[in-house]
């Protein structure tokens, strides 16, 4: 309300610009813009309502939101248990990644060769791919269509992964912080340590075995050893430019 001493009558142009006059109120081209704006809305819609049509700062507004990728997303920090030394990675992606997804990132991130089935469980529940064949025994919901944000929900802050049954290979993993992402690529790593075990090995048992047998040039089975994995095996390898090479042919 404008004060009483600096009130003036308000004409509308056909243009729908509000013009109060020659008032001394400080705040008066602040109410025309306001004002203005508001009886163009208004007319803007009435006009779009009698024609069945969308107003065009609905329409502009809605695509430009489809089309614009989202600004933030999570940091996570997954880690592969019982193994030394510790392999870990830390990933931004968005909250809003489907599982059947995550689970193609985190094969990449980690070094797997998606050779196994998986399993991923999130506060309390049980998700994988539908297999007829163990559905029964194991109790597990479909993936498909599942979204992350929505299975964790607001309290849960970690969740597990289970990858290839035979070995048991089991990451926890770790919801960091909320941080934006990367405008060129919305999945990316950060960070991380160390490659994970060849496939295969024998779970974490089986790998320790395995180090220490590449290890020692005397070991009964060291030639057969470095053989089977390909001639050579750092255990201390990682490469954050190789992980984003592999992230960024990951189908999302």
């Given amino acids: ?23 001394r109120c400080p705040f008066a081209r602040r109410y025309e813009r306001v004002l203005t704006a508001v009886l163009r809305g208004w007319h803007e819609r009435a006009t779009c309502a009698a024609s069945g049509t969308v107003p065009p700062s609905v329409s502009a507004t809605k695509v430009t939101t489809l089309h614009q990728p989202p600004k933030y997303g999570w940091q996570l920090r997954v880690e592969l248990l019982e193994v030394t030394p510790k ?45 007829p064949d163990w559905a029964d025994e194991l109790k597990q919901r479909d993936e498909r269509r599942i979204v992350l944000e929505k299975a964790l929900g607001y309290e849960a802050r970690c969740f ?79 490469s954050r430019d190789a992980v984003n090479v592999a992230l960024a042919k990951v189908r999302t």
């Avoid at 004060?3 to 003036?8: E, G, K, Q």
């Avoid at 797997?112 to 998700?127: C, K, M, N, P």
């Fill in 1 to 23: 309300m404008l004060p009483s001493s600096s009130r003036s009558v308000i004409s509308v142009k056909p243009a729908f610009r509000i013009n109060l006059g020659n008032t």
């Fill in 87 to 131: 392999v870990w990675r830390r990933l931004l992606l968005p909250s809003t990644i489907r599982l059947p997804a995550l689970h193609r990132v985190l094969q990449a991130a980690m070094g797997w060769t998606d050779s196994h089935l998986h399993e991923f469980v999130i506060a309390g529940q049980r998700y994988s791919t539908p297999d």
């Fill in 160 to 238: 597990d992964y289970l990858y290839d049954f035979g070995d048991s290979w089991h990451h926890v993993v770790i919801l960091e912080e909320h941080a934006p992402l990367k405008s060129d690529a919305l999945i990316y790593c950060t960070d991380g340590a160390n490659a994970c075990p060849p496939e295969n090995v024998g779970g974490a048992p089986g790998y320790a075995e395995f180090l220490a047998g590449i290890a020692d040039p005397h070991h009964e089975e060291h030639e057969n050893l470095l053989t089977w994995v390909g001639g050579s095996f750092d255990p201390h390898q990682f």
